[in-house]
């Protein structure tokens, strides 16, 4: 890894370049992506593909959890993430089978998407197969909750999605993020808490680690997140109407929260997977992405030559191991929580008793 200084003009030369070849998003979307990790698309896709989401879901949770929509009272049923320090009426909910080709079916959502990861082109068979299920998760408001949660540091559940790949700076395996929202989400009401700048603590720690991550430690309960989220100050809620998506950097640590509300919120979360490497170190006429110039701005560097020390891992995601892939996975999480002690690189205090691994001693 080489560094150079941050030129200001340079990086804006470079943001023209990107923005000049944007299909859907605006110059005011690209430059929030760029500074906040996440922008907001407004009528992304109809909202008739909401109401068949949504339906789909009720029809669901009333088969096997023997909710009733119209009794919020009926919600608070023991369901998947429904545990001990859990969520209640928090649950993810299959798909059918049923699918949205999102250039056909969604356009200005696909159109986004690609705009932020520099263009249909970095994507398999140039996205024509990209699409979305029916699957989606629920977060229904259950009577009894506590009160909103401030989104802040010290809550559990932070992590940056990822739990089937080595982490490296420039992992393809997760080139955005994506949620479309199938219900109203209005303030307070079970959204996404996003830490909006992250996106630099966490591109400071990958660039400096080529070797690469596990998993382990930024999924689920890792390790390394309590770390990276004190270091965040600027947290907001997901918020938008049926039928908005939101676009967010992979590099963007969020945490599901509790909805104090009686109104369910039903989205879903996806992930494109890119052809190629991100590349920070594009030769003149090889526009960034709007994810990559991200990634630039956070590190305030206007070019970033990256290589990795270690093959990229598939890695088999937490819930879907067995006793053997557990034991191996476990294995392989502590001997890289030893090294990151050895060098200082410790867990915060806080982070055992908000449920996370930690590798203080």
Not at 264 to 283: C, D, G, S, Y
């Amino acid at each position: 890894m080489s560094r150079t200084s941050f030129d200001e003009a340079r990086f804006e030369a470079d943001f023209e370049r990107t923005i000049d070849r944007c299909e859907e998003l605006n110059r005011d979307e690209a430059q929030q992506f760029v500074q906040t990790g996440y922008v907001r698309v407004s009528d992304a896709f109809p909202r008739s593909i909401a109401e068949t989401v949504v339906e789909h879901a009720w029809e669901e949770l009333e088969r096997d959890y023997e909710v009733d929509r119209a009794d919020p009272a009926s919600w608070d049923r023991p369901m998947m993430f429904h545990r001990k320090g859990g969520i209640h009426g928090y649950v993810r909910v299959p798909p059918s089978g049923t699918r949205f080709n999102l250039p056909g079916d969604a356009p200005r959502a696909f159109r986004a998407q690609t705009d932020a990861i520099g263009g249909a082109s970095r994507l398999p068979d140039g996205g024509a197969n990209l699409a979305w299920s029916d699957a989606s998760v629920a977060n229904l408001g259950v009577v009894g909750h506590p009160s909103r949660e401030q989104p802040q540091p010290q809550l559990g559940g932070w992590h940056k999605d990822g739990w089937h790949f080595r982490h490296f700076l420039n992992s393809p395996e997760q080139g955005l993020l994506t949620v479309p929202i199938y219900s109203d989400i209005a303030p307070d009401s079970g959204g996404t808490h996003v830490a909006v700048d992250s996106i630099a603590p966490v591109a400071r720690l990958l660039a400096a680690h080529p070797e690469g991550l596990h998993p382990d430690s930024v999924q689920g309960a890792g390790y390394l997140i309590p770390g990276l989220v004190e270091q965040c100050s600027a947290f907001e809620e997901l918020t938008g109407d049926a039928g908005d998506m939101v676009i967010l950097h992979p590099f963007m640590i969020h945490r599901a929260c509790i909805n104090p509300s009686p109104r369910p919120r039903f989205i879903a979360n996806a992930a494109l997977v890119l052809t190629e490497p991100m590349n920070f170190a594009r030769e003149a006429g090889d526009a960034y992405s709007l994810v990559e110039l991200a990634v630039l701005w956070a590190l305030k560097m206007n070019r970033l030559e990256f290589a990795t020390t270690r093959d990229r891992l598939a890695v088999l995601p937490g819930p879907m191991r067995k006793d053997e892939d557990t034991q191996r996975e476990r294995e392989l999480l502590q001997a890289e929580m030893s090294r990151f002690a050895d060098v200082g690189h410790r867990t915060p205090a806080w982070g055992r008793e908000h449920g996370y691994q930690s590798n203080r001693a």
